[in-house]
């Protein structure tokens, strides 16, 4: 059964870096572009960044543009997500998730990101 | 960018009644490149729809979609209690990708 499992979300101050990992299975990995989604409390979905199923093609949000930075292991079957220079509007739980054509069609169950002092 | 419009943000029904989710988007919406998905509190995020009508894999024939264009909509017949849950449409067919803010169905 296809599943995502995020970890490394966690409580980080304002300028602070943290590392999201996304550990996949039970799909074949490298057929597939992937996505983080992230959730602010109380507030919608955001698409923040893909990245194409090679790794050599992504994307940003304007939001995240120049601080988060997506890159993927395909002889591990994981994503990734470094987050540099974080602001207290990036905390939000994070979501990995799987794109099939530009349909996501499965999420992971996410990781909470805050950003406090 | 496209921006979409649920309505109403809040539908307060009872189990076996219809529910009738609305979401509008500012520009067409290319190819009919319409999802919805239902969330519940603490859980991601379920795909229920694609393609504005067509049903993912294992979801009860109860949900439905429609629409075109700018409007579409999420119809559930019969409600069951485990329907009541938040509701978000989301256009795949145009960059950015964008979504809904929700309908809470309560």
């Known amino acids: 059964q296809a599943q995502l499992v995020e970890s490394g979300g966690g409580l980080v101050k304002p300028g602070g870096s943290l590392r999201l990992s996304c550990a996949t299975s039970g799909f074949t990995f490298i057929d597939h572009y992937m996505t983080w989604i992230r959730q602010a409390p109380g507030k919608g979905l955001e698409w923040i960044s893909h990245i194409s199923s090679s790794g050599s093609s992504t994307f940003y949000a304007d939001s995240v543009k120049g601080r988060l930075t997506i890159s993927r292991d395909n002889t591990e079957n994981s994503l990734f997500l470094q987050m540099n220079s974080l602001r207290a509007e990036d905390t939000a739980v994070y979501y990995c998730a799987r794109l099939r054509g530009w349909l996501i069609d499965l999420w992971g169950q996410g990781t909470q990101v805050t950003v406090s002092s | 960018e496209i921006v979409l419009t649920q309505s109403p943000d809040t539908l307060s029904l009872s189990p076996g009644e219809r529910a009738t989710l609305s979401c509008r988007a500012s520009q067409s919406v290319s190819y009919r490149y319409l999802a919805w998905y239902q969330q519940k509190p603490g859980q991601a995020p379920r795909l229920l729809i694609f393609?504005?009508?067509i049903r993912a894999d294992g979801i009860p024939d109860r949900f439905s979609g429609s629409g075109s264009e700018t409007d579409f909509t999420l119809t559930i017949n019969r409600l069951e209690p485990e329907d009541f849950a938040v509701y978000y449409c989301h256009q795949y067919g145009s960059s950015p990708r964008t979504f809904g803010q929700g309908t809470k169905l309560e």
């Open positions: 393609g504005a009508s």
